[in-house]
């Protein structure tokens, strides 16, 4: 189970949740072996434990097996060369992880963070770099800004994958307009009761949704009412 998949070190926690079956994928496994969770949070003494924690400015950064969840689910759209939209991109530590799942063999895909809190951003940067990403972050293949992630960022689409970090109300028309075709999201919708949902776009332009798991997330909205 989930919580029983803490470790002491970052490559302790990762082999927990890949025999717990939180992590099926050997690429997504070695992937999060590279990206060491301790740059990317607040309280080093629990980086590696399987739990969300604070980042600070309402913010949080997810338990590792949502991370692993949401690498999984998006799965085959994470190839080589791949685009992936990650919005409320908190700490980085996920676009991170996005980064050697679609830059491999010769092929740099790109990863745009898009979060809110402009000082989240800087301080994402700053633990990209301290991950052994800035190379990544100057040749952006890795892209980290401050914006409205509900708008998206078109000018770096069509995405091959779309994650969405905390819950919308209702799913935004603008990220399903960036997915490519095809291109699949996993973003977590609702108020009071907040599920993940799978959101497919096919070859012909068509739409599917197939609702997952029940989350608790923290909301997607704005600066004003985050705080």
Known sequence: MAWT???KTNAELIANMHREALIKSDLVAAAMQ???RANYV????EAYFDSPQTIGH???IS???MHAHAAELLGDHLHPGAHVLDVGSGSGYLCAVFHHLVSANGQPGKVVG???IPELVEWSKENVRKDGLGSALDKEHIVLIAGDGRQGWAEGGPYDAIHVGAAAPTLPQPLVDQLARPGRMFIPVGTHSQAVLQVDKHEDGSVTKKELFGVVYVPLTDREKQF
């Open 42 to 45: 607040r309280r080093t003494s």
């Open 114 to 116: 898009i979060e809110h």
């Open 34 to 36: 590279k990206v060491d």
């Open 5 to 7: 998949c803490g470790g």
């Open 58 to 60: 309402g913010a949080t």
């Open 63 to 65: 338990a590792p097996h």
